[in-house]
């Protein structure tokens, strides 16, 4: 409790630490839960991954870093030998489900709405506490919603429909995280400088514009490499935004927030960024593993295009 008690400690990281401990909680039901499922063919390997996982996000902020360590590694033996499966699943009644849609109707969207809508007031209004916090707050609100909606949604209900959508999503949960981690290793190695040294053989010194061409493309295809826009822009920034861009004059506002977003079009063109493009294809059970990314390619380079131009104009 000491962390908590802490008045060093902002009030934004404790709520944060809160809705990790509590997804934590959530993952370890998960591993249990599959434990004790018959019906799972590599019921001991899941229930090791998403128990190893779940402590890890619930306690690791006070568990030893080279423990925390052990722990992923742990995690991962079952993922690489494909030992993660999924068990039984109990989906709604077909019948049921459709008479609450004709009860319900397009204010089904409602819930999924809130979490957007408080990221945003978050990041407005309560940049302390941070966007992430509002994610959070955003889906308590969303179950009290469907509780009102339906008396059906118990507690239960919840849980076992998180366990259930943990469950179909396996290990590629995992990507992220660990591909926000790697550009945290990345810009810590140094990467970050070298790519630095290689771009300034390339860029005429001085010229913003080229500057700017270099930066939303090496944005794009380092995030196409990382799956994450997040991990990359730090190690981009350090390489090509500050030292051929900021530093001429450029609006650090304008050119770090397009920026991001030419990040987000290398995200529409990656089986890396699994959770958007490798996901969908498995919960859809689509026969094109690449479905989704054909479908999003063209729309990235107009955006990228677009992007580029309006740093250029706007910088």
Known sequence: ?????????????????IIYIIIGLITIYTGVKNAMDKENPSRFGTALFWCTLGVV???????PVRADGVLIIIMTIPAIFKKV??????????????????????K???????????????????PKLGALVGVGVG?????????????????????????RLISMVGPLSMLPMLLASLGAIFTAAGVGNVIAKLVGNIIPKGNVNVGIIVYAVGMML???????????ITVMTVGVGAPFVLAYGANPVIIGMVALTCGYCGTLCTPMAANFNVVPVA??????????IKNQVVVALILLVFQIGYMIVFK
């Open 283 to 292: 919960m859809l059970d689509m026969k094109d593993r690449f479905g989704v």
């Open 222 to 232: 380092f995030t196409m490499i990382m799956g994450n826009a997040f991990a990359a």
């Open 108 to 126: 089904i969207f409602i819930p999924a709405l809130s979490m957007g809508i408080f990221a945003i007031i978050f990041a407005i209004w309560a």
């Open 1 to 17: 409790m000491s962390f908590f008690m802490d008045p060093k400690v902002l009030l934004g990281t404790r709520l944060l630490e």
């Open 85 to 106: 499966k999924i068990g039984k699943v109990e989906n709604p009644d077909p019948s049921y489900t459709k008479k609450k849609f004709e009860k319900i109707g397009i």
């Open 139 to 163: 889906v308590f609100v969303s179950i009290i919603i469907l509780m009102i909606f339906s008396k059906d949604n118990t507690p239960n209900v919840f849980l076992k429909d998180s366990e």
């Open 57 to 63: 996000l619930a306690f690791g902020r006070w568990i």
